[in-house]
C-alpha cells in the first residue's frame, strides 16, 4: 500500500496550490496500520479537513484554473484513501451496520448509517440536501463517496449478497398498499399503477409529460406496483406497459418508455442512488423477483417469488425502456416500435444492458447499439432476435389477451421454473453482483462528468428545455 499512497501524494502535491494544505497533507496524509479504530480516527480527520476544503472553495463554476486544479486534485486524493480504507474494513464495517447481516439494510441506510461507525467517509444527508438544490455542473460529486461504499460491499461474496438480498424484499410502498390492492384489485402510485384482471396484473408506467421516462418520481411507484404484482397470490402473469401520453406528437399514443427524464438530469434532480435502486430494485426484481426474508435469493428448496412477465412495445423503448425488455419473458412490439440505448450520447452505462443485450443479439450488435447508437427496429433481423411477436399496434389488445391465454394453458409453473433455469445458466447472481460493483463505482463518474453535461447541451438541448 505504501508506493500507491506515495506515488498519490507525490501527484496531488504537484498541483496543490495552498501551503497549509501542502504542508497537511505531507505531514498527516493517512496510512493504513491494520488497526481499526485507529485508522478509522486518522482518516476520518483527514477527509473531514479535505471536505472542509472543498466546500469552502469558490463555487464550482466561478473557480479559476489554477483553483479548480487544486480543488480537483484533493478530490482524487481523499477518493483513493477511501477506496485504500474500504478495501481493508469495509467486512468489518458492514458487519457491524448489519449486526452480522442478521438485518436487512437499504441503499439510504448504507450511505447514511455509515457514518455513525467511520466518520466523514460518505456525504452527510445535509451536504446531500444542499448539493440537490444545484444544477448537476455546479454539483461537487459528493455522492462518488457513496459509490465507493455501495462498490466495495458488493466486491464482497457474502456481504455483496446480502445487500443483493435486501434490495430485492418488498419495499415498504408495496407491503402499505397490499391491503388497499386485496381489497379493490388496483392501486395509483400516481406515476405507476397495477390492475389485477383474474389471473394476470398490468402494471402501467405513467409519465405523460415526458413521454413516460423514468426519474425520482416514477422511481418508487413502479417499484411498488411490481412488488404487488409479485406478492400477490393470486395472479400468475405480469404485464409492463406503457401509458398513454399527452404530447402532441404522440397524442394518445402508448409509449413503452423513453429512458431515463434527461431535463431532470441536467438540471440536478436525479440522484446519483436513482440509478443503483432502480437496477438493483425494480428492474432486478422483475428478472429475479422478490425475495423471503429467511431463505437466501439462490436458495433452490425455496426459491424468489417470481412470475413470467409480458410486456407490449408500443412506439419505442429508450434506454431505461430498452433495459426493462432485457427481463421479460414476452415482448409483443408495434410494428413500427423501435429500441435504442444511446449510451454515448447521453454519456452513462445504460444500467445492466451490457451484461444483457448481447445475449439477444450479439455482441458486435449490441456494442453498435450502446456504443454507436444503433436504432433496433421492432420489425428488423436485430429486432427478430428481441421481440417476440410483432403486429398491428390496434390488435395490441387483442394479441396481449392472447398470449395471456397460452402461457396459462400449458401451465405458468413450468414457465417460472424455465426461466429461472434460464437466468441461473445465464447470470448467476455472483456474476450480476459483480457487474454491480464496477457499474456502481463507474457510473458515479460517468454522471458527474464534464462529458455528460455536454452531451446533454449538444444532444439534447437541456438548457433550453422546461423542467416540469
Known amino acids: 500500500m505504501q508506493p500507491f499512497m506515495n506515488t498519490s501524494k507525490d501527484l496531488v502535491l504537484k498541483y496543490l496550490a495552498t501551503s497549509d494544505f501542502k504542508k497537511y497533507l505531507v505531514k498527516f496524509s493517512p496510512e493504513l496500520k491494520n488497526n481499526f479504530d485507529k485508522d478509522r480516527n486518522n482518516f476520518s480527520e483527514f477527509w473531514a479537513l479535505s471536505n472542509k476544503y472543498i466546500l469552502n472553495s469558490s463555487p464550482k463554476l466561478k473557480r479559476s484554473k489554477k483553483e479548480m486544479n487544486t480543488v480537483n486534485s484533493i478530490k482524487s486524493f481523499s477518493e483513493n ?139 418508487q411507484p413502479l417499484e411498488a406496483a411490481i412488488d404487488l404484482a409479485l406478492m400477490d397470490d393470486v395472479s400468475e402473469i405480469c404485464v409492463l406497459r406503457g401509458g398513454i401520453v399527452n404530447h402532441p406528437k404522440y397524442t394518445n399514443k402508448r409509449i413503452f418508455g423513453s429512458g431515463i427524464n434527461l431535463t431532470h438530469l441536467y438540471n440536478g434532480k436525479i440522484s446519483y442512488l436513482w440509478y443503483i435502486k432502480r437496477d438493483m430494485g425494480a428492474v432486478n426484481k422483475v428478472f429475479r423477483g422478490i425475495a423471503h426474508e429467511e431463505f437466501s435469493i439462490d436458495d433452490p428448496f425455496f426459491p424468489t417469488r417470481e412470475k413470467p412477465w409480458i410486456a407490449t412495445l408500443d412506439t419505442f423503448a429508450i434506454g431505461g425502456g430498452c433495459q426493462y425488455l432485457l427481463v421479460m419473458d414476452h415482448i409483443i412490439a408495434d410494428k413500427d416500435s423501435y429500441m435504442t440505448l444511446p449510451a454515448r450520447k447521453e454519456g452513462i452505462i445504460p444500467g445492466v444492458a451490457n451484461l444483457r443485450l448481447w445475449r439477444f443479439t450479439d455482441d458486435r450488435i449490441a456494442r453498435q447499439a450502446i456504443q454507436n447508437g444503433l436504432r433496433i427496429d421492432s420489425n428488423s433481423k436485430q429486432g427478430s432476435f428481441i421481440c417476440d411477436e410483432v403486429i398491428d399496434s390496434k390488435f395490441m389488445d387483442k394479441k396481449l389477451i392472447e398470449t395471456i391465454n397460452s402461457y396459462m394453458s400449458s401451465g405458468v409453473v413450468g414457465s417460472s421454473s424455465n426461466r429461472r433455469a434460464f437466468r441461473i445458466g445465464q447470470e448467476p447472481l455472483d456474476v450480476f453482483r459483480k457487474y454491480m460493483a464496477t457499474y456502481c463505482h463507474d457510473q458515479a463518474y460517468c454522471h458527474f462528468s464534464d462529458a455528460l453535461i455536454k452531451n446533454l447541451e449538444n444532444y439534447w438541448n437541456a438548457a433550453e428545455k422546461k423542467l416540469y
Open 81 to 219: 484513501t477511501k477506496k485504500m480504507f474500504l478495501r481493508q474494513y469495509s467486512s468489518h464495517i458492514y458487519s457491524i451496520l448489519t449486526n452480522n447481516m442478521n438485518r436487512y439494510i437499504n441503499l439510504d441506510q448504507l450511505v447514511y448509517e455509515i457514518n455513525n461507525v467511520v466518520p466523514n467517509i460518505s456525504p452527510t444527508k445535509k451536504e446531500i440536501s444542499i448539493e440537490n438544490k444545484k444544477v448537476l455542473k455546479e454539483k461537487e460529486g459528493l455522492e462518488i463517496s457513496q459509490a465507493l461504499v455501495i462498490s466495495s460491499i458488493l466486491q464482497l461474496n457474502k456481504e455483496g449478497n446480502h445487500l443483493c438480498h435486501a434490495l430485492m424484499l418488498p419495499s415498504q410502498l408495496a407491503k402499505e398498499a397490499e391491503k388497499d390492492f386485496k381489497k379493490n384489485d388496483k392501486v395509483d402510485f400516481g406515476c405507476a399503477s397495477i390492475e389485477k384482471f383474474g389471473k394476470y396484473n398490468i402494471i402501467t408506467l405513467k409519465n405523460p409529460k415526458h413521454l413516460n421516462a423514468e426519474d425520482e418520481e416514477t422511481l
